[in-house]
């Protein structure tokens, strides 16, 4: 009985000896975390990309239909412009309450008191939305 009684305490000493994990099963787990990142990290990249240009579109049709506000102001008192001025341009952003910019030159395109284009930068400057209202479609082009 003694001879069982030692051999059983000589295996729980060598199991209780062993802790933890071996420093090959700590790399292995490190690899296939750094397999399942490099797998997922360029799709996240592509979800936020595409979140990104939605914004610019949400922010491009607001401007839109302020613009369609300031244009519709602009064709009773001259019928014939063809686009909006800076100022107007200014009339558009504090109306639509954003903070973007348009590029210099003629941004927002009239005919007859009706939008037919627009080029807007968002307000970080990182993507530019191409407005048409031929088919009223919206173009985003990512900047820099």
Known sequence: ??????????????????KGFTLVEVIVVLVILAILAA???PSMVKWIDKAHEK??????????????????????????????TGAQE????????????????????????????LTYVTK????QVVYSSTGDTYTVTKLG
């Open 55 to 84: 914004e610019a579109i949400v922010e491009a049709r607001t401007i839109v239909m302020a613009a369609q506000t300031i244009a519709s102001e602009a064709y009773e008192k001259n019928p014939t412009a063809s686009a909006l």
């Open 90 to 117: 200014s009339e558009v952003l504090a109306l639509a309450d954003i903070d973007g910019s348009f590029p210099a030159g003629s941004s927002i395109t009239i005919d007859a008191g009706k939008v037919t284009g």
């Open 39 to 41: 797998l997922l990290i």
């Open 1 to 18: 009985m003694n001879k069982l009684a030692t051999r059983a305490k000589a295996q729980l000493q060598k199991k209780t000896g062993k």
């Open 124 to 127: 970080n400057g990182a993507y």
